[in-house]
C-alpha cells in the first residue's frame, strides 16, 4: 500500500491497519485458497477509508473442504497492544450467505448495548461487512455462486484482552476484532472516544438514566472508598470531558456527573473540556482569577503563579486565608461552562477532591444528582 503518515505535533507518524482489515484480508486469501485449492502469497483489501492494503498472508493451510491462514496487524507508529498479532481466518464453503464467527482469542459478548448482540463473537459491524466482502470477491472471482462460514480467530487473544477495556465492558474470553476506517491513526482521539461511546451506550442499555464521568484511577479510587454503589456503573472519559458530555445527550442520559481531582477539572473553570496538557493548561490562571475575585493580595497571587501543581497552589491560597472563596468561585465557574456544553438538555455537575481524597468541590445540582444514582 501506499504508506499513510499524519501528524502529532511536530511528529511524523505511520499508519497502519486494525484487527478488522487484518482479518477481512485473511478471510478473502482463505475463501480464494478454499475455491482454488492453491496457496495465496499476499492479498489486497480496500479499506472502508479508500486506502488499498496490498498484505503478506502467512501459515497458509489448505485442504478439500477448508483453508485457513492468517495477516500479520501493523499498528504502524501507533502504541497498540495488538501490535504484531496474527490474526487467522478459517473459511469453509456453505449453501448461501456468509456466517461470520469467533475463535480462539476472540472475545464474546456479554452486556447489552455494545456494537453486536449478547452471546455474538466481538467482531464488530464494520469488520463483518468488510469479511462478507472480501470473501464475495473471492467467489465473483472464482465464478462460486454458494455461501461461507467464516471462523476468525487470534491465538494468544484471551490473554492480550487482559491489558484492554473488554473485560470491564463486559468482553470474556479475548480481544475485539474493530475498526472503522480499516486504517489506524497513531495517536487516534477518535479510537478513544468511541470507546467512550461504546461504555456509555453500554450503561444507557442497561437503564442508567445517570452517566458518571470519572477521569482516571484516583477518579475511581475515590468513588470506591467514598461511594463504592457507583463504582460499577462509571465510564472513564480521560481528557475529553466534553466529547463524553455530547456522547452522553446523544445517548439520552438525563444526568451526568463528573467527578475527578482538582489537577484536572479545575481546568473546566476556564472552559477548557479537552483538559490533556498538550492541548491547554490553565491551572494556575484559573486559580489565580478564582483568588482574586475572592479579595486575594498581590503576593498571594504571585506566589500562586509560581506553583507546579494544584494542591502547592491550593496550600498557599490556603494559608493566606481565600481557600473557601476562591473554592466557591471555582465551583461557580465550572458549573456555568458545564451548563453551556449541555444546553439544558441534561442535569450536569462535578465532584472535585484533592490527592488526599478530600473533596473540595460539589457544584450547584451534584447533591441531587448523587441521590438519584443512589435510588436506582
Known amino acids: 500500500m501506499e ?39 499476499r492479498t489486497q483489501l480496500m479499506t472502508p477509508k479508500g486506502v488499498l492494503l496490498d498484505l503478506e498472508v502467512c501459515d497458509a493451510e489448505v485442504y478439500p473442504d477448508r483453508a485457513r491462514c492468517a495477516v500479520v496487524k501493523d499498528s504502524g507508529d501507533d502504541p497498540d497492544v495488538t501490535n504484531g498479532i496474527k490474526v487467522y ?40 461487512k468488510m469479511i462478507a466482502q472480501a470473501v464475495k470477491e473471492a467467489a465473483e472471482l472464482c465464478e462460486y455462486g454458494g455461501g461461507f462460514r467464516v471462523v476468525i480467530s487470534i491465538p494468544g487473544g484471551e490473554e492480550l484482552a487482559k491489558k484492554t477495556f473488554n473485560p470491564r465492558m463486559g ?22 472516544i468511541e470507546t467512550i461511546r461504546t461504555e456509555a451506550n453500554m450503561r444507557r442499555a442497561a437503564g442508567n438514566s445517570t452517566l458518571i464521568l470519572t477521569i482516571g484511577n484516583y477518579s475511581e479510587q475515590y468513588i470506591n472508598e467514598r461511594a463504592p454503589y457507583m463504582a460499577d456503573r462509571c465510564v472513564t472519559c480521560s481528557n475529553y470531558i466534553g466529547d463524553a458530555i455530547d456522547i452522553g445527550i446523544t445517548l439520552g442520559f438525563e444526568r451526568i456527573l463528573i467527578v475527578g481531582h482538582i489537577g484536572k477539572l479545575v481546568k473546566l473553570g476556564s472552559g477548557i473540556m ?103
Do not use: W
Not at 505535533?9 to 482454488?36: H, V
Not at 449453501?95 to 472475545?107: A, H, K, P, W, Y
Not at 468482553?171 to 478513544?192: C, K
Not at 503576593?299 to 466557591?328: F, M, P, S, W
Open 171 to 192: 468482553i470474556v474470553g479475548g480481544i475485539s476484532v474493530i475498526g472503522t476506517t480499516g486504517i489506524v491513526e497513531p495517536m487516534s482521539s477518535r479510537a478513544l
Open 3 to 41: 504508506q499513510q503518515f499524519v501528524y502529532h505535533g511536530t511528529k511524523k507518524l505511520r499508519c497502519g491497519y486494525t484487527t478488522g482489515s487484518c482479518a477481512a484480508a485473511a478471510a478473502g486469501a482463505a475463501a480464494r485458497m478454499l475455491l482454488t485449492q492453491k496457496t495465496v502469497r
Open 274 to 376: 479537552n483538559t490533556h496538557s498538550s492541548e491547554a493548561d490553565g491551572r494556575m490562571e484559573t486559580l489565580i482569577a478564582c483568588a482574586a475575585l475572592s479579595g486575594a493580595d498581590r503576593e498571594t497571587l504571585t506566589e500562586v503563579n509560581g506553583c507546579v501543581t494544584t494542591d502547592a497552589a491550593l496550600d498557599v491560597i490556603e494559608k493566606a486565608g481565600y481557600l473557601e472563596g476562591t473554592l466557591r468561585e471555582l465551583s461557580r465557574r465550572v458549573q456555568k461552562y458545564l451548563k453551556a456544553r449541555t444546553k439544558g438538555e441534561a442535569e450536569i455537575a462535578a465532584v472535585i477532591f484533592s490527592y488526599k481524597n478530600e473533596l473540595l468541590i460539589k457544584t450547584e445540582g451534584a447533591e441531587d444528582i448523587i441521590r438519584a444514582v443512589s435510588e436506582e
Open 89 to 128: 481466518a478459517e473459511v469453509s464453503l456453505a449453501e448461501s450467505g456468509t456466517e461470520i464467527d469467533g475463535g480462539e482469542g476472540i472475545g464474546r459478548v456479554t452486556k447489552a448495548g455494545l456494537d453486536q448482540p449478547a452471546g455474538a463473537a466481538a467482531i464488530n459491524s464494520v469488520p463483518r
